[in-house]
């Protein structure tokens, strides 16, 4: 394609997209095909001549568009908000554009000390101390691996470079909670610890928090035992219930033993923007490594996380790789940011951050959060106010746990129920929520924080909300096939305490 080319393509998919995200409130919100709809519908071998850019154009109208949930959706309060602004979409685009390669400071200078900024600017705006280091990651998922394999090399004396974990004397062990998110256990097995010495603190049966007690104990009695607790991975904001744990403590223990503190704070993180919603991440700044997603409620376009750590040098005696063939003269002079995580090569994602910042300006983005805060507390407050309906957790953010508990109704009948109505709710395609296990029984999370969704949209979903609680019978399952797949609800309920989703 030549840049004129460009040109013309260019203006008709900014038209395009202008106009999909102005038709969004329109559309269903879930996805609206059946497993194997979509690649039945292209074709089963590649092109072998160009096509034109409108029979690209048109498929993506036909074919994409009803296969995917629209986050952007006003009605959309499903896992959690995934916002891609349209102003960081302007610096996707320019990432693209530049065609910059990022492996190393020399490759794209700009690239590396633009990200710098913008990692300083956030951790700023977040009112966090100056003594973290940023660099920006795919996801949370791998900030936490990478914070994983930092503290494993802190416990075990830089073993990578010996004979590894397999010639430690003592197994090293992570903590966390149940109510961590499942990339923790992921990273926590990926980084080698083994399933064997991962363990599950138990959690404040009123707040889900981590217990710290349970912590103090539980590190205690491994290390009696010749173990070595090597890392807590913290939630700020967990996945189910937005549960805070109480980092302060947690690094108080912590530090007991010499341990590594993580803190997950990928959907949460936002909220540190807002100067009054400081106290809940009381004594982040003493971890030893922070990620958290402006790619989540913030409203940067997916991918961009947040990974901030303290020791940079240990990170990059940990990460480290230096070919000859990256080699140069600047090398002492610069940040390599191939040696702050996982990946050689790398986007330049800081673009994004830095076309929202610049053109929505970050007032704009406090004042959201703040609208979605008060949403939450509106809507928490009218189903406490509503006989047979309850509120199953704090409110701490934006999610609002809930359940229609009909009179006479419990155990699997009552997750029978719950599950037929949030199938129910996403079926009509003017709201979509999620479902999740807390206690072993199911609940809906209405995760509040789309860019769309103003008060009057969950007054409409309250609305939505009791007229199909009062229609499910449970023993139908309206929504099924379209996007929500609960497994056998009555089967599995039960299994375990908490699961996050
Ligand atoms: C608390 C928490 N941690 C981690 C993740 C995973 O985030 P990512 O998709 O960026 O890996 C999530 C996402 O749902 C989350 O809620």
Not at 190 to 210: I, K, S
């Amino acid at each position: 394609m030549t840049p004129e080319e460009f040109r013309t393509a260019g203006h008709a998919l900014i038209d395009w997209i202008a106009d999909h995200r102005a038709r969004v409130p329109d559309l269903p919100v879930a996805a609206q095909v059946r497993p194997g709809e979509v690649r039945a519908a292209l074709p089963a071998h590649p092109p072998t001549a160009p096509e034109a850019f409108d029979e690209v154009l048109a498929d993506l109208e036909a074919v994409v568009v009803p296969g995917v949930t629209q986050t952007q959706h006003p009605g959309f309060y499903g896992w959690f908000p995934s916002n891609a602004g349209l102003a960081s979409v302007l610096g996707d685009l320019a990432s693209g554009g530049l065609g910059a390669l990022g492996i190393t400071w020399q490759s794209a200078p700009a690239l590396t000390e633009l990200e710098q900024v913008l990692t300083d600017w956030l951790r700023e705006l977040c009112g966090l101390s100056p003594h973290w280091r940023g660099a920006i990651q795919d996801t949370a998922s791998t900030g936490c691996l990478v914070a994983l394999l930092a503290a494993r090399e802190r416990a075990g004396d830089g073993c990578e470079h010996r004979g590894g974990l397999q010639a430690l004397q003592a197994p090293l062990v992570v903590y966390t909670s149940p109510e961590a998110h499942s990339s923790v256990a992921k990273g926590a097995l990926l980084a080698g610890f083994g399933a064997d010495n991962l363990r599950q603190v138990a959690v404040d049966p009123a707040t889900y928090a981590m217990d710290t007690q349970d912590l103090r104990h539980a590190m205690a009695e491994d290390a009696a035992a010749g173990r070595v607790p090597a890392a807590v991975v913290a939630t700020v904001g967990t996945t189910a219930t937005t549960a805070m744990d109480p980092v302060r403590a947690v690094v108080e223990v912590a530090r007991e033993h010499g341990a590594w503190v993580h803190v997950d704070a990928a959907m949460a993180g936002s909220a540190m923007l807002l100067p009054e919603m400081r106290h809940l991440f009381d004594g982040v700044d003493s971890a030893d490594s922070l990620a958290w997603n402006p790619h989540k409620w913030m409203g940067t376009v997916l991918d961009t996380s947040l990974l901030y750590v303290r020791d940079v040098d240990h990170l990059v005696s940990v990460m480290s790789t230096t070919p000859s063939y990256l080699q140069a003269a600047t090398d002492e002079q610069v940040v390599q940011y191939k040696d702050w995580g996982i990946p050689l090569g790398r986007r330049f994602r800081a673009l994004k951050l830095w076309f929202q910042l610049r053109l929505d300006g970050v007032e704009s983005v406090r004042h959201r959060l703040r609208r979605d805060l008060a949403n939450a507390r509106w809507l928490a407050a009218q189903v406490e106010a509503e006989p047979g309906w309850r509120v199953l957790a704090p409110v701490t953010l934006q999610t609002v746990c809930i359940r229609h508990e009909p009179e006479g109704l419990t155990g699997d009948a009552l997750d029978a129920h719950t599950l037929a109505w949030v199938d129910a709710v996403n079926a009509t395609g003017r709201a979509f929520l999620g479902a999740s296990r807390l206690e072993g029984r199911w609940m809906v999370r209405v995760s509040i924080g789309a860019e769309a969704t103003e008060r009057g949209h969950v007054e409409q979903l309250w609305q939505l909300l009791r007229e199909t609680a009062s229609g499910s019978s449970g023993s139908e399952r309206p929504g099924q096939g379209l996007g929500v797949d609960h497994g056998e609800a009555g089967d599995r309920a039960g299994e375990d305490d908490v699961e996050t989703p």
